[in-house]
């Protein structure tokens, strides 16, 4: 595989689920990123790993909890979501964080909340 | 605040030319990113400026101007798959990427 991967590519939980979204790069680099995508909404930047350090928590709700455990791998489980959680969640890394460095993405993962 | 503001919609003709313009008000400035994303697909790079000016890249080219808070992106002989929503980002001071919402490009035959 190359490039960035995400999984599951699609689900659907209730409220009181747990699950997790799945991303890993094949690319060698050094950061990564969680962005939530909206429908006509910017991009919003959920966290940010560099070195597997977090680096970033852009006042994301608890319900959302990230985990980086190595530079290849991010994880990012999900407990009491809401309806408004519903939405595109997309992975991206890039050669380090912090620079000009073009960003990555995988195709994300559509979630719906019911 | 930090903004960025770029049409939300715009439909062109297969062959034709169509410019997107994208503008911002951000703490600082670190360059601008132009990414396409198709429906349903990952946003995928197109083109990083930060100094004013034109920068062409076969079919697109970007365009920017530091001292107006502006940039655009110039698509040129549009074909059916450049049909696609294109994310103007900005990196502020502290090397964060502040995101617009996208523009939706459609094309006609």
């Known amino acids: 595989e190359t490039g960035v991967t995400q999984t599951p590519r699609h689900l659907v939980m209730g409220m009181t689920n747990k699950k997790s979204l799945k991303c890993e790069q094949h690319l060698g680099h050094n950061a990564m990123y969680w962005y939530k995508q909206s429908a006509k909404k910017p991009l919003e930047l959920m966290f940010v790993y560099s070195l597997e350090e977090r680096v970033e928590n852009n006042s994301v709700p608890s319900r959302f909890s990230p985990e980086c455990p190595n530079s290849s791998h991010l994880f990012l489980h999900l407990h009491t979501l809401q309806p408004e959680d519903s939405a595109l969640y997309l992975c991206a890394s890039s050669l380090v964080q912090g620079d000009y460095n073009e960003q990555f993405f995988g195709p994300g993962t559509r979630l719906t909340v019911l | 605040g930090q903004n960025i503001d770029q049409p939300t919609e715009m439909t062109a003709t297969e062959g034709a030319i169509v410019q997107i313009n994208c503008t911002y008000q951000?703490?600082?400035?670190?360059?601008l990113f132009w990414y396409q994303q198709h429906a349903g697909e990952a946003p995928t790079f197109l083109s990083y400026?930060?100094l004013d000016g034109l920068e062409e890249k076969g079919r697109f080219s970007s365009f920017l101007s530091r001292s107006k808070g502006y940039s655009y992106l110039l698509l040129k002989e549009l074909q059916m798959k450049d049909s696609a929503s294109y994310l103007c980002?900005?990196?502020?001071?502290?090397?964060?990427?502040?995101w617009g919402a996208g523009t939706k490009l459609i094309i006609k035959p």
């Open positions: 400026n930060v």
């Open positions: 980002a900005v990196l502020d001071s502290n090397y964060q990427l502040i």
């Open positions: 951000t703490s600082g400035f670190n360059g």
